[in-house]
């Protein structure tokens, strides 16, 4: 079945980077699109970056774009989330989804905490 | 980008009906049919229960369907149970590869 496993959250100091993976399994993940969502503690989803199956874009949400980038390599099943100048409103749970025209199967989550 | 708006919550006794709306723009909701609407219980991921405006994955009881009309998704819940108890969020596809999510609208029953 459809397995989505992130890894790399952590506790980060404002201004500074942090690298999120997701591993995929039980599905031809080359032939799949991907996005990132996360969702601040006690807040809604917000819809992070979205990345076509052959990597090109990617596209972020405006509260991304320039300071995330999204990447994948489908050699490892995987995609993943370079995050920079990271600011005390990143912190939440991020989500690694499968695309179906929107997320359909979701990973667990990986917490990134930015705080001094 | 702004965030579809969903009525921050809404209720039902076991056996009613309850309908979640889902108000976006020209841009996003009324703009295509690539709504999904997802249901996440406290501490978990959310899970997807309506793709395609009104299309139910496997394995979704039928209790849940959806639909469309304008810029307003809805979603509906019939025989609520308890176990419905939950939050749901809509998205939207808004074009250009982008996304957009709905606020969140948490579901009681009474």
């Known amino acids: 079945q459809v397995h989505l496993v992130e890894s790399g959250g952590g506790v980060v100091q404002p201004g500074r980077s942090l690298r999120l993976s997701c591993t995929a399994s039980?599905?031809?993940?080359s032939n799949w699109n991907m996005h990132w969502v996360r969702q601040a503690p006690g807040k809604g989803l917000e819809?992070?970056?979205?990345?076509?199956?052959?990597?090109?874009?990617?596209f972020y949400a405006d509260s991304a774009r320039g300071r995330f980038t999204m990447s994948r390599d489908n050699s490892k099943n995987m995609v993943f989330l370079q995050m920079n100048s990271l600011r005390t409103d990143d912190t939440a749970v991020y989500y690694c989804t499968r695309d179906a025209w929107g997320p359909d199967y979701w990973g667990q989550g990986t917490l990134v905490t930015v705080s001094s | 980008q702004s965030a579809l708006t969903q009525p921050p919550s809404a209720s039902g006794s076991p056996g009613q009906s309850v309908t979640i709306s889902c108000t976006g723009t020209?841009?996003?909701?009324?703009?295509?049919?690539?709504v999904s609407w997802y249901q996440q219980h406290p501490g978990k991921a959310p899970k997807l229960m309506i793709t395609?405006?009104?299309r139910r994955p496997s394995g979704v009881p039928d209790r849940f369907s959806g639909s469309k009309s304008g810029n307003t998704a809805s979603l509906t819940v019939s025989g609520l149970q308890a176990e419905d108890e939950a939050d749901y969020y809509c998205?939207?596809?808004?074009?250009?590869?982008?996304?957009?999510f709905g606020t969140g609208t948490k579901v009681t029953v009474l």
């Open positions: 819809w992070v970056a979205f990345i076509p199956i052959d990597g090109t874009g990617p």
């Open positions: 039980g599905f031809p993940f």
């Open positions: 395609e405006v009104n």
């Open positions: 998205i939207s596809y808004a074009g250009r590869s982008t996304y957009v």
């Open positions: 020209s841009s996003d909701v009324g703009g295509y049919d690539h």
